[in-house]
């Protein structure tokens, strides 16, 4: 490609007042242009580098004999909504009133459809992909394409037979992974994403570090464990408090509704409290009772239930079970279907809760002697826990998830027969990558005060030849020499012919973030070019039968 023939328009200054670096120098490198908060435009160069990502990961997934298809962006309300998403979706309704979502999970649309597709053994195991755009009604977009709310994803599903398929199924997404990962020279880190404490890690988030990332995640330098914080299971090492049973109190408590107004108000910890948090869980009641200082952790509580979704209840369900306004939940006399209670609950003693009487609260409870309840593990980790594997210190992390492989949480299930005839569920697993999001995890891996560094795979061009002097005809001889040899060897070369002082080139080959450049200037007199690496501080003179041999040379590096 030459420079005059392909639209590049690259900025001295990023429009805007955005504070994030890497998409500053996106800005200005010409790949986006913001159109709305969390909206943009791919402009040629940046649909460039998208294309390219997206065509490695859709090699990788092609190696698993996976089939592709193409879903609508516009799915049904009911095959659309993950109902704890709801929120974030953007949904609206045809001019006959049906409603509709841009797509933002398929997942249930693909199952609805494959029900009826896959009926026989004979079909298993099976994957299908799609290559997408998402849209999230994101409450705070932000980072350009870290959190935009139109965004580019693959979605992978696969369908197997029995648990051995699922397992090769998955060490094969596993293995396609890794080798898309390595080609965008990112390292990632694999979270547990299933509460498995053992074995190989099999169902996961990938993770980038980032220390303004949102998602949180444990690791253990003693034993490797390493687990998104979300599906982390807490060890129980504490002993029970050896403390007299109290007698019960009712105490007034009016115009306090926070765990803060309470322990202030009765001088005490959040330790000695406990709070009981309402659900509504598939059309039933759940209490959820957790140490005042601790948080419910609802993906335990969702995989407790084997629920595929979970909300806190309505004002108006809060006063149903607890006769009381919120606030004042407690376990003593609670009317919800089911009281789930904290592994730490049974050992505290002489408990302070809400007494289910708005304005007062309950000192001196006790659990077994004035309510029961089903006692697991529903509270989130923390930094003060110990590895739940080796007990070791832990350390809390962030970053951002670029992939994940996960079980399908969704009620639909697609049956078929077995060999010997009879109806059994087909087991799922289901891959999503940021594509979008990619872009910005390698942009942010990867650049300097001049602009992004761009791995080989993926840069907008692999290599850019400068003629020093457009008005130089041997210079531009050479240049059209070069640029035709290196398109002969399959290479994506970017000949910038444009009339403009040396200095404006390089910043801008630079700015572009190209892996190669070659210079010919007044040394291809004496046979001379100037080779340049993007990520090389040096520039070296080399003879112009040697230029080839010398790039191979940094391909192999
Ligand atoms: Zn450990």
Known sequence: MKYSEFFISTLKEAPGEEENESLKLMLRSGLLRKVAAGVYCYLPVGYKVLNKIENILRQEIKSLKANE?????????????????????????????RGFALGTSYERMIFDILKGEIKSYKTLPVMFYCI???FRDERRPKAG?????????LNLFSFN??????L????????????FFKKLDISVVKARNDFSIKGDVSYCDFIIDFENGEYNYITCKECGYISGKDYTPTKIDYMKEDKELNVIEKISTPNIRTIEELVSFLQTSPSKFAKTLIYKVEGKSVAVMVRGDREVNENKVKEYLKASCIELADDKTILEVTGAQVGFAGPVGLKTDLLLVDNEIPNMRNIIVGANDTGYHLVNVNYGRDFDGEVGD?????????????GSQIEIKRGIKIASIYKSNDEIKIKYRDEKGEETNVLAVLLSVGISRMIWAVSENKYDDKGIIWPFEIAPFEVVIVPVSVKDELQVKVAH?????????????????????AGVKFNDADLLGIPVRITIGKKINDGFVELKFRNENASKDVKIEDFYGEIEAFLLK
């Open 481 to 501: 020499e070069i640029y035709n040899k290196l398109k002969e060897k399959g290479m994506d070369v970017l000949l910038d012919d444009r009339d403009e002082r």
């Open 145 to 153: 394409l870290l959190r935009s709310r139109e965004f580019r994803t």
């Open 168 to 179: 090769l199924s998955i060490d094969k997404i596993h293995k396609a992974l890794e080798k």
């Open 132 to 134: 997408e755009n998402e």
């Open 161 to 166: 037979k029995s648990k051995e398929e699922v």
């Open 69 to 97: 298809i193409l879903c609508p962006n516009l799915v049904p309300l009911e095959l659309s909504l993950k109902e704890d998403d709801k929120e974030e979706n953007f949904c609206f309704k045809d001019r006959s009133g």
């Open 378 to 390: 529903f509270r989130n980790i923390t930094d003060k826990d110990t590895c739940p594997v080796c």
